[in-house]
């Protein structure tokens, strides 16, 4: 079966870069930049910016953050080529960058370049030409907690990355962080995301541990092996790792984690083929984390409500770039819908008692 791997698209009008100045920076400390420079674009993320760069018969893949940023910590590539420069060398899904560039005068913003690695990312659709059985799908997410329970067991110490983030009161720390977050990116009254903050704010459990990690952890974030496709070959978009509880973690894999009994507005917000036959449910994927790790998850609950509020607050901050003009990608105009979606699946999973 030929399956095409994560496709790019011609650089979208007022992303482009400036190829000239960058290939003459890349010639001089990336030796395997030989050639002239051509651009394209991965063209899903919603956050920093991917493109893939061309040289000759090499690839690179360039990181930057989004035109118009307004908030500099949530987009500090710095920080992100560190991580991956010590991660990558114990945790081998993440790829392994080459440089950092920091001076804003070769595209006008800090930036890194990284391996490429070459596979296949599911997004909500199977692309065309791939079908899963249920023995597939069910083996690919008990994968997908196996790698992050992986993740989880890295002696971040040892990795150098013990200076990553502060764990001494992350779950507290998330809640009251996530809220605040949203009241900066607020467009429009939603009751349903007060409640859910408060209810959070009133049922937070005890801290569970110390872990790296990703803290944005989904199907369209890893690369699969297209000749094996329960086998991840790379853990993408790693700008928001930082130390913390891995149960947080978990939580936001979850919260991305859409069931075929699920509200049909939650189904159509998915981005990921979570709903295929055999896929395992959210309570399989949190007995498959207690499983690989030996560690106990005494408040799913938490963690899910957890996972949506916090989902549903970055796509508001996403909306929120539109709607104060700060981007013009039409892709992030109805947003503000997806993130209402979001906050009434937390309601619901409370009210319920279940996730």
Same mark, same amino acid.
């Given at each position: 079966m030929n399956i095409e791997c994560d496709q790019t698209t011609a650089v979208r009008p007022g992303e482009e870069l400036d190829l000239a100045r960058l290939e003459g920076y890349l010639r001089e400390r990336l030796p395997e930049c030989a050639g002239p420079l051509a651009a394209l674009q991965f063209p899903h993320g919603h956050s920093n910016l991917t493109y /893939? /760069?061309? +040289? %000759? +018969?090499?690839?690179?893949?360039l990181r930057r953050p989004p035109f118009g940023n307004q908030v500099q910590t949530a987009h500090d590539m710095g920080r992100e080529y560190r991580v991956l420069a010590k991660l990558s060398a114990v945790f081998p899904e993440a790829p392994r960058p080459y440089l950092f560039c920091d001076d804003s005068g070769v595209l006008g913003a800090p930036f890194y370049?990284?391996?490429?690695r070459r %596979?296949?990312? /599911?997004?909500?659709? /199977?692309?065309? %030409? @791939?079908? @899963?059985t249920p023995e597939t799908a069910g083996r690919l997410g008990q994968s997908l907690i196996e790698t992050l329970a992986r993740l989880h067991a890295v002696d971040y110490q040892a990795a150098g990355l013990a200076d990553l983030g502060k764990p001494a009161g992350y779950v507290a720390r998330q809640v009251? %962080?996530?809220i605040k977050r949203y009241e900066g990116a607020r467009t429009d009254d939603v009751k349903s995301m007060e409640r859910v903050a408060q209810w959070l704010?009133?049922?937070l459990p005890a801290e569970s541990g110390v872990a790296?990690?990703?803290n944005d952890y989904k199907?369209?974030?890893?690369?699969?092996?297209p000749a094996k496709m329960t086998r991840i070959v790379a853990v993408l978009d790693w700008e928001m790792a930082t130390l913390g509880d891995p149960l947080m973690d978990l939580g936001t894999t979850l919260g991305y984690w859409v069931e075929g009994g699920d509200p049909q507005p939650l189904q159509q917000a998915a981005i990921g083929p979570t709903m295929l036959r055999g896929s395992p449910t959210?309570? &399989?994927?949190? &007995?498959?984390? &207690?499983? +690989?790790?030996g560690r106990d998850v005494p408040q799913p609950l938490f963690y899910y409500a957890f996972g949506l509020f916090k989902i549903a607050v970055i796509i508001q901050q996403i909306y929120a770039r539109l709607v104060r003009g700060h981007t013009r990608d039409p892709r992030f105009a109805r947003m503000n819908e997806i993130a209402l979606v979001m906050s009434h699946q937390a309601e619901r999973a409370i009210a319920g008692g279940v996730i």
């Open positions: /893939l /760069l061309r +040289a %000759g +018969a090499s690839e690179f893949v370049v990284m391996e490429r %596979g296949l990312i /599911l997004r909500k659709s /199977l692309p065309p %030409g @791939l079908s @899963l009251t %962080g996530w704010t009133e049922h790296v990690i990703h199907y369209d974030n890893v690369v699969l092996d959210r309570r &399989e994927l949190v &007995e498959c984390y &207690e499983r +690989a790790t």
